[in-house]
């Protein structure tokens, strides 16, 4: 059984799925494949999972950094999505790293010659784990933010909240004269 609680984030409500203890899905209302990884679910806002990931959502968003590998996380996807988000559980809080990056790190673990940028893309945006598997942290090799499924806005404000110099991304700078 999947059961299902909201979040009030200071960036809008937030969705968030668990199954057996573990969190399968975390969305802000309305981005782009919301509530992808459940079918039926019933909602649930007081059980321990739900409890323990609001917390740590708290701690986040009051500018601490946990660490995801407090909560017991299980977003459903094939092996290559899971290995791009497993790569994304690596950047550290303050960073961010390119999609070619993590093709190039991908192809190098897996053994391979090449990993398609575009390919590591497609498993980025549809990671159903926002926030806490940080695809937030992806940018544009050539200094743009590029998308985000949750909002260009909400990428802004969660990288700014993580410590990250803003002053190096054109989106950024064009919204500031704004352009965009």
Not at 14 to 26: E, R
Not at 53 to 76: H, N
Not at 119 to 137: D, E, L
Request: aromatic share 8%; proline share 4%.
């Amino acid at each position: 059984m999947i059961y299902t609680a909201s979040y009030s984030s200071p960036l809008g409500d937030m969705l968030l799925a668990q199954k057996d203890g573990a969190l399968v899905g975390l969305w802000f209302e309305g981005q782009k494949y919301y509530g992808a990884a459940i079918s039926e679910a019933v909602p649930k806002d007081d059980d321990k999972t739900s409890v323990k990931v609001k917390r740590w959502l708290d701690r986040y968003f009051a500018g601490q950094k946990p660490d995801a590998a407090e909560l017991a996380l299980a977003p459903a996807g094939s092996d290559f999505r899971q290995a791009v988000w497993a790569v994304l559980r690596e950047i550290p809080y303050g960073k961010t790293i390119s999609y070619g990056a993590i093709a190039r790190t991908l192809a190098k673990r897996k053994g391979f010659e090449q990993v398609s940028a575009r390919a590591v893309g497609g498993a980025v945006a549809h990671n159903p784990v926002s926030v806490i598997i940080p695809c937030h942290r992806v940018v544009g090799s050539d200094g743009n933010l590029t998308g985000y499924a949750g909002g260009i806005d909400k990428k802004i404000k969660l990288l700014e909240l993580e410590g990250v110099d803003m002053a190096m991304f054109k989106d950024v700078r064009r919204a500031s004269k704004g352009a965009v």
